[in-house]
């Protein structure tokens, strides 16, 4: 059973550029969450999905950022005309159901905006 | 809403020796769920052990276990007979419990700590 898969693992992109970063869960399970990590900081909240809903989006930056998970295929963490300061890893995690039951992580996205 | 805080940036430890993280929360409810991650340098993030709030008895998992203290909102993390491949970065992470119809498994994490093991 494959764990939580994130591709691309490293991603370089230019300024203005659009970042496109891909999560497939675990078999089974239905509930993504993704969280950005900032350089020497813990893992921020940004945006919990189930198949083809955005349940808490509260995370989100209001601009340039926007996830989906539909239902067919990976989700979808897509960040328009990056900056600088999206540089990070971001990280997706994955449960069969929210409230009680654990989430899996993926190894993460690590984005470099140059 | 909860935050997780983790005062200690950086730790070490002699190797064979014991090394108590600590990590201290804040939040209003009565039913919740607090973690430990580990992080190496490969990012993955490695869950290490998992406390109830309900159960007042400590959880441990081989070489590690923590002390909750629930009433002074406080959960700290021990790692006995500290290994070379126990270096890493740790998270402690709070997750609401569900109940209530806050059915969601969202993590706050704390700023991390960054454990070195010597040799």
């Known amino acids: 059973n494959a764990g939580v898969m994130q591709n691309p693992r490293h991603l370089v992109r230019r300024r203005g550029q659009e970042a496109r970063l891909r999560c497939s869960p675990m078999k089974g399970h239905s509930h993504v969450y993704w969280y950005r990590q900032l350089p020497e900081e813990g893992l921020k909240f940004m945006v919990y999905?189930?198949?083809?809903?955005?349940?808490?989006e509260s995370g989100m930056p209001k601009e340039r950022f926007s996830a989906e998970f539909p239902k067919e295929g990976p989700s979808i963490l897509r960040i328009q005309q990056v900056v600088r300061g999206d540089s990070a890893a971001y990280f997706c995690a994955s449960s069969p159901r929210g409230g009680r039951t654990e989430a899996f992580f993926g190894q993460g996205t690590r984005l470099t905006v140059v | 809403a909860q935050t997780v805080t983790q005062s200690q940036p950086e730790m070490s430890v002699q190797e064979a020796e014991t090394v108590t993280l600590s990590c201290t929360y804040d939040t209003s409810e009565s039913d919740y769920y607090l973690f430990w991650y580990k992080q190496p340098p490969s990012r993955q993030m490695i869950l290490v052990i998992r406390?109830?709030?309900?159960?007042?008895q400590n959880a441990t998992e081989n070489r590690f276990s923590v002390n909750f203290q629930k009433a002074a909102k406080s959960f700290s993390l021990k790692i006995s007979d500290s290994q070379l491949g126990d270096a890493a970065m740790y998270f402690c992470a709070y997750r609401t419990s569900g109940a209530g119809g806050t059915s969601y498994g969202k993590l706050t994490f704390g700023q991390g700590t960054i454990l070195t093991v010597h040799p």
């Open positions: 406390q109830e709030a309900y159960k007042q």
């Open positions: 999905l189930q198949k083809e809903n955005i349940i808490d």
